[in-house]
């Protein structure tokens, strides 16, 4: 699989929301980041303006749950449009039997881990999940450094993907820049999820390149 490049619009400016989508357009996914204020301290959006992003982008939604009871709203975020739907594997109550109800809708699955959550009880059950995804930074704000003792999570992972076999993606959400995605990428990600990265940005468009390019470059070395 290619490097896939995922804006956060955690970091994009909600006062001009659509505007910000379209600036990504070639990006291949927009990682939408639903806080509750309960899992993380934080507040962000919800089912309504998923729903209303999903009417306004062909890009597909990578909805990242960082709530509590995601057992309840998950199958709730694939009905207002998301393509893939991560639940932390902290806040589920029964994340298997919640992976496979998201599937059954016709959604990518992901599963994610906070920083001080080992990867190791995962390894026995990736096949019933499409991605897992590593948080790089503790969940729940923008604009952090990346945590650099999360890495060898990444490669644990990809190591144990190859030995099972299948097409499972390991995402990082987190500090992703274009001076450590070569780094990330070489640990074994192949889904980047970078916010202030892009946002941040004069052309936010044009970082998604960037990022895309620097990736690749990662890959190869």
Do not use: C
């Not at 930074?137 to 030995?163: C, H, N, Y």
């Not at 970078?194 to 044009?206: E, I, L």
């Amino acid at each position: 699989m290619g490097i896939q490049i995922a804006p956060s619009i955690l970091a994009a400016d909600f006062a001009n929301l659509e505007r910000d989508i379209l600036a990504v357009s070639d990006a291949d996914w927009l990682h939408v980041d639903v806080m509750d204020g309960h899992f993380v301290p934080n507040l962000t959006l919800g089912l309504p303006v998923v729903e209303r992003i999903a009417q306004v982008t062909r890009i597909p939604i990578d909805a990242h749950l960082m709530i509590d009871d995601p057992d309840r709203w998950a199958p709730r975020y694939v009905e207002a449009g998301a393509h893939s739907v991560t639940f932390h594997l902290e806040a589920a109550f029964a994340p298997i039997r919640l992976a496979r109800e998201i599937r059954k809708m016709g959604a990518r699955v992901g599963v994610a881990i906070s920083p001080a959550t080992p990867v190791e009880p995962l390894l026995e059950h990736l096949a019933e999940f499409d991605m897992v995804v590593v948080m790089t930074v503790e969940p729940g704000f923008g604009s952090q450094r990346l945590i650099e003792k999360t890495l060898p999570k990444i490669r644990t992972l990809r190591k144990a993907i190859r030995k099972a076999g299948g097409e499972i993606w390991v995402q990082a959400d987190g500090g992703i820049t274009a001076d450590n995605i070569g780094e990330v990428v070489d640990m074994g990600a192949d889904v980047l999820v970078a916010g202030s990265a892009v946002y941040g940005a004069d052309n936010p468009g044009a970082e998604v390149g960037i990022l895309r390019e620097r990736a690749r470059e990662g890959r190869r070395a």
